[in-house]
């Protein structure tokens, strides 16, 4: 049997003697339908009051420029990964020692690191959108460097490969 907790609300009618009376157990518990309807029905575009917009705040709404940016990196990344097979199967060399490491082992080990690495990165900057680096440069305008620094790596693989 569920042990009813007493408590009072201001907000609510009150019984005769001034008191609710509501279960313990709490209907809003979390599930998987709450994990897949804050995905669906996404609700948090921005913080309800204007102060609170002053500082950093998690959304779990993302504009679509923001998305395509994310998406876009990630296709550039894997750009990046073959095109830098391909440069490795004709001579060259890897100069990041972790990708190093990861050849070593296989082209499919350095490919899922490579992803892997940059998928948990950009999450984590996808989540901190609404936040600074360094208190100083939004994470926006972080993604669009990247998205500038892995367009312009893929181009000059591209040239090295017509090159060779």
């Known amino acids: 049997m569920k042990r009813a907790t007493t408590y009072h609300d201001p907000h609510q009618p009150q019984s005769a003697a001034g008191i609710r009376r509501r279960a313990a157990s709490?209907?809003?518990?979390?599930g998987w339908r709450t994990f897949v309807y804050s995905i669906l029905a996404a609700r948090r575009k921005e913080p309800r009051r204007r102060d609170d917009k002053a500082t950093p705040y998690y959304t779990d709404h993302y504009d679509a420029?923001?998305?395509v940016l994310f998406f876009s990196i990630l296709a550039l990344c894997v750009a990046d990964a073959g095109l830098t097979l391909q440069i490795l199967a004709r001579g060259g060399t890897e100069?990041?020692?972790l990708m190093d490491r990861l050849l070593?082992?296989?082209?499919?080990?350095?490919?899922?690191?490579?992803?892997a690495l940059t998928s948990a990165g950009l999450l984590f900057a996808l989540l901190h959108i609404n936040f600074k680096v360094l208190k100083l440069f939004p994470m926006r305008q972080v993604l669009?460097?990247?998205?500038?620094?892995?367009l312009f790596l893929v181009g000059y693989e591209v040239v090295i490969l017509s090159q060779v």
């Open 65 to 67: 420029k923001v998305l």
């Open 104 to 115: 070593d082992i296989s082209p499919q080990a350095f490919f899922i690191g490579k992803y």
């Open 26 to 30: 709490d209907r809003r518990a979390l």
């Open 95 to 97: 100069l990041n020692p």
């Open 144 to 150: 669009s460097g990247l998205f500038g620094f892995y």
